[in-house]
């Protein structure tokens, strides 16, 4: 069964900090990758996809990175601003036999981000 | 576009009885996903539909739960004889042909079983 975990579970900074969040899961036969937002009493947005075969994706001050091998993906955010302040999941689709997937997604428990100003 | 849009925003009904909760995926989305969001359990997997088949339920708590989607479209999750455990926020997602299409989530019904 995959598990997945998300460290730390929460993160208090300042503003203008860039800051790294982690994401581990056991089974590395995964399709793909996604790290999702969450504002309070939202729904979920996805801010990055990283399929099995990338290394990393980008998008404005994101980044985020894969190593399938070692289980383990990072979500780098560049000059935090308040406005980032949310719960930032992360979530992983398996590969079925043969390399298709299904696609249903296996989620962190999340980490909490507070940017202060 | 619209997106992924579900009702009620919030359903407060009392132990024992059914509630039905619905999606509307985003226009020519043929994935539909259920996921149910508590405390306890963070975000769980319930049912995937590839059109209006279910190929994968694994994740149906039980025999009380079940869904439907129709037209390749809307679906519907309806819970038979609520429990207080049933109490969450169950978030809807679709996601477009082709596998390696991200999914896009609906704000989520919160429903409340007292």
């Known amino acids: 069964k995959q598990e997945v975990t998300q460290i730390p579970a929460a993160l208090s900074v300042p503003e203008g900090e860039n800051l790294v969040l982690n994401c581990s899961f056991t089974d590395s036969a995964i399709y793909n990758l996604q790290w999702f937002r969450q504002d309070p009493g939202k729904g979920l947005t996805s801010l990055l996809l990283?399929?099995?075969?990338?290394r990393e994706q980008t998008s404005g001050r994101l980044n985020a990175s894969l190593d399938k091998s070692s289980g383990r993906s990072t979500l780098y955010i560049a000059a935090s601003q308040p406005g980032d302040s949310a719960t930032y999941l992360c979530?992983?689709?398996?590969?079925?036999?043969?390399?298709?997937?299904?696609?249903?997604?296996?989620f962190g428990q999340g980490t909490i981000l507070t940017v202060h100003p | 576009g619209a997106g992924v849009s579900q009702s009620p925003s919030n359903k407060v009904t009392e132990k024992g009885k059914d509630v039905e909760l619905r999606c509307d995926p985003i226009?020519?989305?043929?994935?539909l996903y259920w996921y149910r969001q508590s405390l306890g359990q963070g975000l769980e997997f319930l049912i995937y539909f590839q059109g209006n088949s279910a190929p994968d339920k694994s994740g149906l708590p039980s025999d009380r739960f079940s869904a439907e989607r129709t037209g390749g479209s809307v679906s519907t999750l309806t819970i038979q004889r609520t429990q207080q455990e049933d109490s969450a926020v169950y978030l809807c997602?679709?996601?477009?042909?082709?596998?390696?299409?991200?999914?896009?989530f609906g704000p989520g019904t919160r429903l409340t079983v007292l």
């Open positions: 979530a992983v689709r398996l590969s079925n036999a043969g390399g298709t997937s299904y696609g249903k997604l296996t």
């Open positions: 226009s020519g989305h043929t994935a």
């Open positions: 990283i399929q099995s075969s990338q």
């Open positions: 997602a679709s996601s477009p042909p082709g596998l390696q299409g991200r999914q896009y």
